[in-house]
C-alpha cells in the first residue's frame, strides 16, 4: 500500500471549515483513499473513501486531485466533538484488506 | 445491532501470566483483525482473519496467537505477557472493502 503524508497537527475554529491535507504522490492506480479519525482514546471511527471523484456523505467531504496524488478531507462546519487524530489511509479496496495506520494529524478544533 | 464487542475492557496482568482478549461482530463480516495502538502512536497490525477458518500475520505478531472461533468470533490470546506488551487492543471488522467497524478497545497493563 501506498505511503501517505500529513501534517502532524492543525487547529480550526469551531463553526469555520477544517481542511486537513494528505499526500500520497506514489498511489497506484487501483488504491483508494479513505479517512477515519479516532477521537480521544476511542477505536477509529471510519468517515468516507473514495478513488478519483470527489465523494461527500453526512460527516464530511473528499476531494482528490485530479492527477490523485493529494487529497483534501473538508468538515464543513468543525464542531468541538470533532477535535481527534484524522487517519488518511491508501489501500487497494479488495483483495488486500489490512489498513495501514500512520502517525495521523492531530485536529483540535478552537473554541 | 451492537457491532463490535470487545471484552475485557481493562486488564492487568503480571509478568508471565496469560490471558485470552475477546471479539465479536453481528454484522456478518468476512474479515477480522486485531491492532495494538502505544501511547502517541498510530495502530499497528497484529493478526488478521480475511475468512473464517485462515488467520495471517500482521506487522507486529510475535508474542500473540489467534483463533477465528467461527464467522463472528476473533481472539488474541498472549501465552506469557511481557510488559512491552502494555497497549490498548483493538479489534475491527470489514466485509469486501467496506469502511472497518472498530470496537471501543481493550486497555492492558502488564506489570
Known amino acids: 500500500d501506498a505511503k501517505t503524508t500529513q501534517p502532524p497537527s492543525m487547529d480550526c475554529a469551531e463553526g469555520r471549515a477544517a481542511n486537513l491535507p494528505c499526500n500520497h504522490s506514489t498511489i497506484s492506480g487501483n488504491e483508494y483513499v479513505y479517512w477515519y479519525r479516532q477521537i480521544h482514546s476511542q477505536g477509529p471511527q471510519y468517515i468516507i473513501h473514495?478513488?478519483?471523484n470527489n465523494e461527500t456523505n453526512e460527516m464530511a467531504s473528499l476531494i482528490i486531485t485530479e492527477d490523485r496524488k493529494s487529497s483534501t478531507l473538508i468538515l464543513p462546519h468543525a464542531t468541538l466533538r470533532d477535535t481527534a487524530v484524522y487517519y488518511c489511509i491508501v489501500r487497494v479496496a479488495f483483495g488486500n484488506e489490512k489498513l495501514t495506520f500512520g502517525t495521523g494529524t492531530r485536529l483540535t478544533i478552537i473554541p | 445491532n451492537a457491532g463490535v464487542t470487545q471484552t475485557p475492557k481493562f486488564q492487568v496482568l503480571k509478568t508471565g501470566q496469560s490471558m485470552t482478549l475477546q471479539c465479536a461482530q453481528d454484522m456478518n463480516h468476512n474479515s477480522m483483525y486485531w491492532y495494538r495502538q502505544d501511547p502517541g502512536m498510530g495502530l499497528r497490525l497484529i493478526y488478521y482473519?480475511?475468512?473464517?477458518?485462515?488467520?495471517d500475520k500482521g506487522e507486529v505478531p510475535n508474542g500473540y496467537n489467534v483463533s477465528r472461533l467461527n464467522k463472528r468470533e476473533f481472539s488474541l490470546r498472549l501465552e506469557s505477557a511481557a510488559p512491552s506488551q502494555t497497549s490498548v487492543y483493538f479489534c475491527?471488522?470489514?466485509?469486501?472493502?467496506?469502511?472497518?467497524?472498530f470496537g471501543s478497545g481493550t486497555r492492558l497493563t502488564v506489570v
Open positions: 482473519s480475511a475468512s473464517e477458518g485462515t488467520t
Open positions: 475491527a471488522s470489514s466485509w469486501e472493502g467496506r469502511g472497518y467497524t
Open positions: 473514495g478513488l478519483k
